[in-house]
């Protein structure tokens, strides 16, 4: 069964660099057909998607953040990140990472239980 | 434009049936598949229609979906208290060239 689990600080100051990191366990990223994704929430809000990292390390950013967006896997440890520049209070929300199944429409079947990033000095 | 529209609320009985709409376009649900959410009170989402209408194991069938046009529809019937929840739409958009959240709907079990 493959879990995913969001790992870094609670913590950004305004105008950083926020820096995630999602571990998969029980299944590699690498192979499959899969992709990876990071969505956030801010709390009480809706769902907004961050982007996507492919096996080959190709990515696809949501065009309203794509400036600011890196997305990478690092296949020796299973895990893949998100890291969003020049954060500021609106980036402060619940961070996602999920697993995308090619074969189900590309929908998002395996979601991490999320961790909470709040942006402020 | 991208975006996906569904009612801010929907609430019905134990036992009834319950109908949640998806608006969007012909860039994003007119040309493919919707994908349905459920996200329990303090939960991470949860899968609950993938395809447009077709449920992974273990989700209930009461449970169902379909899409015409450039809407998709999510139905909840023989309603139960477990199913207080947001609900959310999901799609690629062709023009953003990435994914598409609907504005998530919250059901209320009177």
């Known amino acids: 069964q493959v879990q995913l689990q969001e790992s870094g600080p609670g913590l950004v100051k305004p105008s950083q660099t926020l820096s995630l990191t999602c571990t998969v366990s029980g299944g590699s990223i690498s192979s499959g057909p899969y992709s990876w994704t990071w969505v956030r929430q801010p709390a009480g809000k809706g769902l907004e998607w961050i982007g996507r990292v492919y096996p080959s390390g190709s990515t696809n950013y949501n065009p309203s953040l794509k400036s600011r967006i890196s997305m990478s896997l690092d296949t020796s440890k299973n895990q893949f990140s998100l890291k969003l520049s020049s954060v500021t209070a609106a980036d402060t929300a619940m961070y996602y990472c999920?697993?995308?199944?090619?074969?189900?429409?590309?929908?998002?079947?395996?979601w991490g239980q999320g961790t909470t990033v709040t942006v402020s000095s | 434009q991208s975006v996906l529209t569904q009612p801010p609320s929907a609430s019905g009985a134990p036992g009834q049936r319950i109908t949640i709409s998806c608006s969007g376009s012909?860039?994003?649900?007119?040309?493919?598949?919707v994908n349905w959410y459920q996200q329990l009170p303090g939960m991470s989402p949860k899968l609950l229609i993938y395809?447009?209408?077709e449920r992974p194991s273990g989700i209930p069938d009461r449970f169902s979906a379909s899409k015409s046009g450039t809407s998709a529809s999510l139905v909840i019937s023989r309603l139960q208290s477990e199913d207080e929840a947001d609900y959310f739409c999901?799609?690629?958009?062709?023009?953003?060239?990435?994914?598409?959240f609907g504005t998530g709907t919250k059901v209320t079990v009177l």
């Open positions: 999901e799609t690629r958009d062709n023009n953003l060239n990435g994914r598409l």
């Open positions: 012909s860039s994003n649900i007119g040309g493919n598949p």
């Open positions: 999920a697993r995308v199944a090619r074969q189900l429409a590309s929908a998002m079947d395996v």
């Open positions: 395809n447009s209408n």
